[in-house]
């Protein structure tokens, strides 16, 4: 194992090739009791999840399919600060590692020359009496030849080695992240969501632009004003009434 550098995350490991999803596994070990920063990495997942009842495309080699477990103390309607906190991290460790400049489409998608290139699926185990687990996936097309999508993906989906023209280590990657996540989650401990929204927000494509947002009830079409301090986008429509959207899929009008 390559030595971390961090403190509690990615302390331990559980690694296997092949897994339905990393996801799956994270749940089972959280019940079990495991730790915080507790990792599962596959190097395939033959049924990875995505947001919305989504499958994620997660091949084998090509990527970075992880799930972390957190046990953060913070009311349950927090959680979706978590989401925003994994973007950010993943942001800056793919900065880090490449040279490419990846922005967030809200909530968590991760685009690099628009396209999407990570995807983060954010599950909470809570009772009455609180959080007892977050699990935050994180998928990361790092090493993926455009071949290897399927035809649905191939437009809107990259990967680094796409848009970059060269690979990256994988392990390095993972490395970087496990590095910013531990140093953003513990700034979120201490400081609250504030500083992590503002990072945020630098790295958006969307705010301040015109998007249309398919939610399950319908479509609303305005411009992006930011997001709250809970996470949720708002978005003001042509007659200046303003939305919150906690659930979409967003695209540019
Ligand atoms: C999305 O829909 O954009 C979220 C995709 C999340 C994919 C990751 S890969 C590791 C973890 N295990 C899963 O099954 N899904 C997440």
């Known amino acids: 194992q390559i030595g971390l550098g961090t403190n509690r995350f990615g302390k331990e490991v559980v690694y296997e090739e092949t897994v339905s999803s990393t996801q799956q596994i994270a749940h089972r070990l959280a019940n079990e009791g495991a730790s915080e920063g507790t990792i599962v990495v596959a190097e395939e997942q033959v049924s990875g999840k995505g947001r919305l009842s989504r499958s994620w495309h997660s091949p084998k080699f090509t990527g970075i399919w992880m799930s972390i477990i957190l046990r953060p103390i913070i009311p349950i309607d927090k959680a979706p600060q978590l989401t925003l906190l994994a973007a950010v991290a993943v942001v800056q460790a793919i900065e880090e590692v490449t040279d490419t400049l990846p922005q967030i489409k809200w909530p968590n998608d991760i685009l690099i020359n628009?396209?999407?290139?990570?995807?983060?699926?954010?599950?909470?185990?809570?009772?009455?009496?609180?959080?007892?687990?977050?699990?935050?996936?994180?998928?990361?097309?790092?090493?993926?030849?455009?071949?290897?999508?399927?035809?649905?993906?191939?437009?809107?989906?990259?990967?680094?080695?796409?848009?970059q023209g060269k690979s990256i280590s994988r392990a390095k990657l993972i490395q970087v992240l496990l590095l910013r996540l531990e140093k953003i989650y513990d700034l979120y401990l201490e400081k609250g969501f504030s500083p992590i929204k503002q990072l945020w927000e630098g790295y958006a494509v969307t705010i301040g632009r015109d998007i249309i947002a398919t939610t399950l009830t319908g479509t609303i079409t305005g411009r992006a004003l930011g997001i709250t301090e809970e996470g949720v986008l708002l978005l003001e429509d042509n007659k200046g009434e303003v939305h919150k959207i906690y659930s979409a899929d967003i695209s540019l009008a």
């Open 114 to 163: 628009g396209k999407k290139v990570t995807g983060i699926l954010t599950e909470m185990q809570a009772e009455s009496d609180g959080i007892h687990s977050v699990i935050i996936g994180i998928g990361i097309n790092v090493n993926t030849k455009q071949d290897d999508f399927p035809d649905d993906l191939k437009e809107k989906a990259t990967s680094i080695q796409i848009e």
